[in-house]
């Protein structure tokens, strides 16, 4: 069974910075490409960034020279450092990874953290 662990996220204001963390543990075969997502109340959820094992990056236009997004390929962790947060980034942000596990043979799957509350203050 595959887990994703996310932690880092809390009260800032505004202007400030948070680093989340997410680890993915279980029967890991390999991982395509983590990455982060959001969900603000009355929203539907959205993409914030995403990296691929390769490295290559994408994110949204909103956080685009504010955010960075990073892995640890050895540890199956990806991180989110989040510098300049503004209010409208307030929301529970939730890590997702596409990977496989064991045996051989499986398939590529989605899987979703439980989420992490990230509050900027005005």
């Known amino acids: 069974q595959v887990q994703l662990v996310e932690s880092g996220g809390g009260l800032v204001q505004a202007g400030g910075s948070l680093r989340l963390s997410c680890a993915a543990s279980?029967?890991?075969?390999?991982?395509?490409?983590m990455g982060w997502y959001r969900q603000a109340p009355g929203n539907q959820r959205e993409l914030v960034a995403r990296?691929?094992?390769?490295?290559?990056?994408n994110y949204a236009d909103s956080v685009k020279g504010r955010f960075t997004v990073s892995r640890d390929n050895a540890k199956n962790t990806v991180y989110l450092q989040m510098n300049s947060l503004k209010p409208e980034d307030t929301a529970v942000y939730y890590c997702?990874?596409?990977?496989?596990?064991?045996?051989?043979?499986?398939?590529?799957?989605?899987?979703w953290g439980q989420g992490t509350q990230v509050t900027v203050s005005s």
């Open positions: 997702n990874a596409v990977l496989r596990t064991y045996p051989i043979g499986s398939s590529y799957r989605e899987y």
């Open positions: 279980g029967s890991i075969r390999s991982i395509n490409h």
């Open positions: 990296i691929t094992s390769g490295g290559s990056t």
